[in-house]
């Protein structure tokens, strides 16, 4: 067995082998930034939660993202707005999102 370095190796290495806590820890890191804003916070969650399945190169080769464009987003500022709108559109609707494994759904049918 190897040895973890630190405590956010550790648990990206926990999130990369369970996909439902890894699901569990972006919809909670989502439900968070909904109640208060922080951004900051947020961004890192989900740079967390992307080298967990399998990092920035790997997520852009499946989604066809810009590599240089996502790393933008997950370290500007500027994603504020778009997530602010989001979230005031959200609550104006009376909505909010949820974020659930669609991979499990399709092994069940």
């Given at each position: ?29 989502l439900e968070e930034y909904l109640t208060d804003d922080d951004l900051p916070f947020f961004l890192k969650c989900l ?60 092994l069940s049918l």
């Open positions: 067995m190897r040895e973890i370095g630190n405590w956010r190796e550790y648990f990206i290495e926990y999130l990369a082998t369970d996909r439902e806590a890894a699901i569990d820890y972006l919809q909670l890191t740079r967390t939660f992307i080298a967990s399945q399998g990092g920035v190169v790997e997520i852009c080769k499946r989604t066809g993202i810009d590599t240089e464009t996502l790393l933008n987003m997950l370290s500007n500022e500027d994603a504020a707005q778009l997530l602010d709108t989001f979230s005031t559109l959200l609550n104006a609707l009376k909505q909010r999102l949820v974020i659930e494994d669609t991979h499990a759904k399709h």
